[in-house]
């Protein structure tokens, strides 16, 4: 249908004593969407569905060009030019009509089940790709497209789940694509949730959910599959109408298919595992919901599902000893019941018939969780006396008798589950110090040093092993650990030898250096046994001293630590940015700005672009550290300013971020000198005379050059003739525009060069005379050709007000309207009426706006 053809009866229709339809603010919407379809659906037939569906698969098959960018760039999808060609508000509008078709069809005078139908094979037909760019561009519509036909959308999920590749672990993979990664699968599990509220469906969907968790990488997004099955689930608050027979159900079905996945979430169902929820999604179409609906649950039927869970935990893990720890560890959320038969159960097996692991990590778990209890005996949440002995009892039925299994608990990165007494955490350290270099003494007794190597390789922190071996080993333990283990590059013998150097230091401090013997030692077992020594000055001059000039393998590979030394961090940031160790560097330089020394100049503005230049794998500087430096540069008595001016430029798109750190030299020179201006106009902006395609492939570096250049435009808020002392020179403002004007004429790029300086004379100052604008600026905005200028102050005003809240009463658009309005009344007194006109005409905007809001409020309410 031709639109304006459209336009004129919809218009027609407005007339009517009760229309169907409504404008607001241009935009057509229907007056009563249930009243309009009531009308229309006997006026419907076969030929408009099939036509209806045609274009449905058409537009809802389209996948989305901003998948054609790398990841990190799909945020300016737009600036690519990567926009859909069908309107999100089209795309809503047809899934919300496949929704009414497949769930309320009413009287259309279509063929029986024509209307569900059509439903159902738009979906077969759309979701039968298995692209996941597909999945991801209509991740927003799933939710209300499952509601037009649960059954075929719960098949098509199941049928792509089969899919080699599966979409779903692509759109896992989208999480952690850079910084500005997405999820693309909430629309999913939104849409399983929905569907979850039906008792027909809760199972299929629990077993959907439960394979896409079993292929959940994990993330930091909490929309999770396993956690849309806890939430649907809870006993306390489960969200779905099914009644708890039906969601025992899930539970069986999933351990059936997905026993790891169903174990997790019996584990989440005791008590005290969720003690809040927002609750699920919930449907709009196929069944009501109210949004703030909470179920009664009567305590009685609380308590028999726990007992139920519970029991169905305690079976499995009896059926699967492997899951007897984690039980362990939540023993205090089973009810009495199920805690005594786990209790039971485990006095009653014998510990030789599992695997010496698992029944080493059982009886760990079980001294872990007595400890826990006997520590905060006075808390609330503590089990009573007699619990706790009974678990110490069965503890020592699982206590192994192999000092290897039976002291690896104590060589744990989290030393707090070790202290036995709450309070004197420092008394509490040296206690276990002391265990854990008892432990280490009896298997060196029973087993020698390969005991304690192969013991090494069993326990959560190797580094503790070390540790404690350094304080008790004798020279001949030392001798075959050092050097040779120095230079083996595996993970847990790197800190378990780190351990052992660091405690042998800290036992004999700079003696037992200085008396190492090191006759037959390589450059590298040299270079190994340097870099586990404190970073500081002492060290520095044995790597001097030992490794000549060959010292530079040090500073490659060293872990640095400025944290660690008072002494001139000044050596450690030249021998680094020798070895172009910039991100370390930067470290210690921020570490002297942090105790208030002089900013070094030249090695910070070295460090900083050497950053720039090559990244460093191994360090990692916060950006706060960054921009602490570049404030330090800039405040600086002697600066060299094209220096500052590239560093500006180097980390322009960190400093463009924050409010208090600008880049000033940019600012600056972007105001005084008009060449460098048309350059970033001309960077970013195509010239008028410029008639290729916008399609003209450009290289990295000059996109790069023109994402900088749009960033300082952008927040460009130094006006030319701004003086460093805050007072205004006209006359350097004049130059400098005559400047630009005639070289931006000349390329093409005037227009926009206009309105550029139009946003930045917002910024200029106040007039001596007492006008809230300096004079000559005003007279110079109102000249009459100067038009775009005066647009671009107006756009800038706007802009200034930046990310706000939006008050339904209008009140702050009206307060700005008087603002503004009252400011216009000062310039045209002052004989500048062009500018005050615009003044005004942006007062006017602020009143409709206004009004917009209070529209758009009572339009969300309708």
Request: aromatic share 10%.
């Amino acid at each position: 249908m031709d639109y304006n053809f459209w336009l004129s009866h919809i218009r027609e229709a407005l007339q009517a004593e009760a229309p169907l339809a409504c404008i607001k603010e241009g935009k057509w919407s229907p007056a009563d969407r249930r009243q309009l379809w009531k009308i229309t659906e006997t006026r419907t037939y076969d030929a408009h569905i099939e036509k209806f569906k045609s274009i449905a698969v058409k537009v809802l098959s389209e996948i989305d060009p901003q998948f054609e960018l790398d990841p990190n760039e799909r945020y300016a999808a737009d600036i690519h030019g990567k926009r859909p060609k069908y309107s999100s508000i089209l795309r809503n509008g047809i899934v919300e009509t496949l929704a009414i078709l497949g769930t309320n069809p009413g009287k259309l005078n279509c063929s029986k089940h024509h209307a569900e139908s059509t439903s159902l094979l738009v979906i077969r037909e759309v979701l039968s790709n298995p692209d996941w760019k597909l999945w991801a561009s209509i991740n927003d519509l799933l939710p209300v497209l499952a509601e037009s036909s649960p059954g075929e959308f719960l098949s098509a999920v199941e049928k792509v789940l089969g899919n080699d590749p599966c979409p779903f672990a692509e759109l896992f993979k989208q999480e952690d694509t850079g910084v500005l990664g997405r999820n693309y699968l909430t629309g999913a599990l939104w849409a399983l949730e929905g569907l979850a509220w039906n008792p027909e469906y809760l199972v299929r969907v629990a077993v959907v959910l439960a394979e896409l968790a079993s292929i959940d990488p994990g993330g930091n997004w909490a929309n999770r599959p396993i956690n849309s099955l806890k939430t649907i689930l809870l006993p306390w608050f489960p969200q779905t109408f099914a009644e708890f027979d039906k969601r025992y159900a899930c539970i069986a079905a999933i351990r059936g298919e997905h026993p790891d996945v169903a174990w997790e979430v019996l584990i989440s169902l005791l008590p005290n595992q969720h003690q809040t929820s927002s609750g699920s999604h919930k449907p709009k179409f196929f069944m009501s919901v109210h949004h703030d609906w909470r179920p009664e649950v009567p305590r009685t039927d609380y308590t028999e599902q726990v007992n139920v869970y519970s029991d169905y935990a305690v079976q499995m893990a009896k059926d699967e000893p492997g899951r007897l720890a984690l039980l362990v560890d939540n023993l205090d959320n089973l009810p009495p019941p199920y805690f005594n038969e786990v209790i039971e159960h485990l006095a009653s097996m014998d510990p030789s018939s599992v695997d010496p692991e698992l029944s080493q990590s059982i009886w760990q778990e079980l001294v872990k969780f007595s400890t826990k209890h006997r520590r905060h005996s006075d808390a609330d949440w503590a089990l009573p006396e007699e619990q706790i002995i009974k678990i110490e009892e069965v503890s020592t039925v699982w206590k192994p008798s192999d000092p290897v299994f039976l002291h690896r608990r104590l060589f744990s990165d989290h030393a707090f589950d070790l202290y036995e007494e709450a309070g004197n955490w420092q008394e509490q350290q040296r206690v276990l110090e002391e265990k854990r270099q008892e432990a280490l003494s009896l298997i060196l007794s029973a087993y020698g040093l390969d005991g304690i190597l192969g013991f090494k390789d069993a326990v959560e922190s190797p580094f503790h092993v070390g540790w404690s071996l350094g304080a008790i080993a004798d020279d001949t333990i030392e001798e075959v650990l050092v050097p040779s283990h120095l230079v083996i590059d595996e993970p847990i013998i790197k800190f378990f030898i780190k351990g052992f150097v660091q405690s042998r230091f800290q036992v004999n401090g700079w003696e037992w250096v200085k008396r190492i013997d090191r006759t037959n030692w390589s450059l590298e077992e040299t270079s190994c046994f340097l870099q586990l020594l404190p970073f500081d000055e002492q060290t520095w001059e044995y790597v001097d001293e030992w490794l000549g000039e060959e010292a530079g393998s040090y500073w490659m590979e060293v872990v640095v630590n400025p944290y660690q030394t008072d002494g001139n961090l000044l050596v450690a940031i030249d021998r680094l940015l020798s070895v172009s160790r910039s991100y370390a560097a930067l470290e210690c330089l921020y570490v002297r700005r942090m105790n208030k020394l002089p900013i070094e100049f030249e090695r910070t503005v070295d460090a900083l672009l050497g950053a720039v230049a090559k990244s460093d794998a191994d360090h990692h500087v916060h950006s706060y550290h960054i921009t602490e430096l570049i404030k330090a540069l800039q405040e600086c008595d002697e600066i060299d300013e094209d220096k500052l001016f590239r560093v500006e430029w180097a980390y322009l798109p960190l400093l463009e971020r924050g409010e208090e750190l600008q880049a000033k030299t940019l600012q600056r020179n972007l105001s005084s000198k008009p060449e460098l201006f048309c350059e970033a106009i001309r960077a970013v902006y195509k010239s008028t005379k410029d008639d290729r395609s916008e399609d003209v492939e450009t290289d990295e570096a000059t996109k790069e050059i023109a994402s900088n250049a749009w960033k300082l435009l952008h927040s460009w808020n130094r006006p030319p003739g701004l003086l460093d002392d805050g007072q205004f020179s006209f006359e350097k403002f004049s130059d400098w525009f005559d400047a630009v004007r005639a070289s931006t004429e000349e390329s093409g790029h005037l227009e926009v060069s206009l309105i550029k300086i139009g946003e930045v004379l917002f910024y200029t100052p106040s007039d001596p005379s007492g006008l809230w604008i300096n004079q000559q600026i005003a007279q110079f905005i109102n000249t009459r050709e100067l038009d775009e200028i005066r647009r671009g102050y107006s756009t800038e005003v706007y802009n200034s007000r930046g990310v706000h809240w939006v008050d339904p009463s209008g009140n702050q658009e009206i307060e700005l309207s008087e603002h503004w309005r009252g400011r216009a009344e000062e310039i045209e007194v002052a004989g500048y009426p062009r500018f005050a006109a615009t003044l005004r005409g942006l007062a006017d905007s602020y009143i409709h706006e206004a009004e917009r809001v209070k529209v758009d409020i009572a339009t969300e309410r309708d």
